[in-house]
């Protein structure tokens, strides 16, 4: 496994030493996916295990998985797991990045996950060791024009808008070099959030109203974007067209709000809200709040279409989806919202799992009677 052949996607940012160059060798663990790598777990089984944390596993098989491969872990004995050791140029740049911040002589420790290797614009997530075996940062890198755009939309949003407010790790740091690229956070530790915490997630979405300004649907660039991909898909839209002019108070918007990207630590109450690559300042409010439901209820659940159109009617009808939407001055729509973000979501990002049951719940939702106003 070693040698200077490129073997793992990772190393394009850390690549293999020529012959007669000096190199580290790294010892590891690899975990497959569908026959792509997934993640790069380090020898030592307690780094591993917090390693594997980087995956958001979505489905019940996926988070099955994840459990027992952490059980083996925990025991010393990653059963079925393939060694993966590699070789990095010594002066690699990227591999200086890492080192941000330690000591200098510190041994250098950190697990890979690798990403979505079908998503256009794939980076890596590399979470960085301290000498004592402390998850102390993660570097979110990549390569290459699709991974910069939406590296470039994270940024920028951790720039322009706090990261108190956010509720996300600050930005403290950059790595740029030629064509590569990575941006530097805090790591967090956290569980995903249950589902009876509804009210902690009511509060956090409603922080993210302006209730400062109100501004026309058709002056946000997610409904605006929403209306050019329906009307390229022939989808109903002349409830679409009715609150084009309709004012409400605008929401910070996640794009991917999902239980996966979320960490809470139960002990102080603390959320936090990672991945902000699809975040807007200024977006549709229950945007977020409904890809959130439908998401969980989909992938994690196996929930079908009468199931999820039912979960939805009754969400948007409970005291605190009401009182969410009465703040952000869109109560009177709300329903229509949540099919216009819905179709938002469906349109802009395809999903990867679950397609045909987002066709089957648009197909009912978009002509719902309290959606339509027919």
């Known amino acids: ?21 000096p190199g580290i060798r790294l010892d590891g663990w690899l975990v497959r996916k569908h026959g792509e790598a997934l993640l ?5 089984p307690a780094l591993a295990r917090h390693t594997l944390r980087l995956y958001p596993a979505q489905t019940r098989r996926a988070r099955w998985a994840r459990q027992m491969l952490d059980w083996a872990l925990r025991l010393g004995r990653p059963l079925g797991l393939a060694q993966a050791s590699f070789m990095v140029r010594a002066d690699a740049p990227f591999l200086e990045a ?11 420790r950190f697990g890979i996950f690798c990403g979505n290797p079908r998503s256009p614009g794939r980076r890596f ?25 939406r590296w470039a939309g994270e940024v920028q949003m951790l720039r322009s808008v706090p990261a108190e407010l956010l509720h996300t790790p600050a930005l403290l740091g950059l790595w740029e ?16 959030p249950r589902r009876s915490e509804a009210a902690p997630l009511a509060s956090l979405l409603t922080e993210w109203i302006d209730t400062q300004r109100c501004v026309p649907l058709n002056a946000l660039t997610a409904w605006n974007r929403m209306r050019e991909l329906a009307a390229a898909r022939s989808f109903p839209s002349a409830w679409l067209r009715r609150l084009e002019s309709v004012s ?3 929401v910070l918007f996640h794009g991917d709000l999902a239980p996966w990207n979320i960490r809470v630590q139960r002990k102080s109450g603390r959320w936090w809200v990672l991945d902000w690559e699809r975040g807007q300042r200024d977006g549709p409010p229950g945007w977020d709040w ?12 196996g929930w079908r279409t009468t199931q999820l159109l039912q979960m939805l009617e009754t969400w948007w009808s409970c005291p ?10 869109a109560d009177a729509i709300r329903q229509s919202l949540v099919a216009a973000g819905l179709l938002y979501h469906f349109l802009e990002w395809p999903p990867d799992e679950g397609s045909a049951r987002w066709e089957s719940l648009l197909g009912v939702l978009l002509t719902h009677p309290a959606v339509s106003g027919s």
């Not at 064509?179 to 995903?192: D, H, K, N, P, R």
């Open 1 to 21: 496994m070693m040698g200077t052949s490129v073997q793992y996607p990772w190393q394009v940012l850390l690549p293999p030493p020529e012959a007669g160059q």
């Open 40 to 44: 790069w777990l380090p020898a030592q």
């Open 98 to 108: 890492l080192r941000t911040g330690l000591t200098p002589g510190a041994p250098l």
């Open 125 to 149: 997530l590399f979470l960085r060791y301290t000498a004592s075996g402390r998850p102390d940062l993660v570097f979110k890198a990549g390569t290459g024009a699709a991974a910069r755009v």
């Open 177 to 192: 070099q030629d064509s590569f690229f990575a941006m530097i956070q805090a790591y967090v530790e956290g569980q995903t």
């Open 248 to 250: 409400v108070h605008p």
């Open 290 to 301: 409904a890809y959130y439901l439908v998401q969980e209820a989909m992938l994690v659940r």
């Open 320 to 329: 605190f989806a009401r009182s969410y939407f009465r703040q952000a001055g």
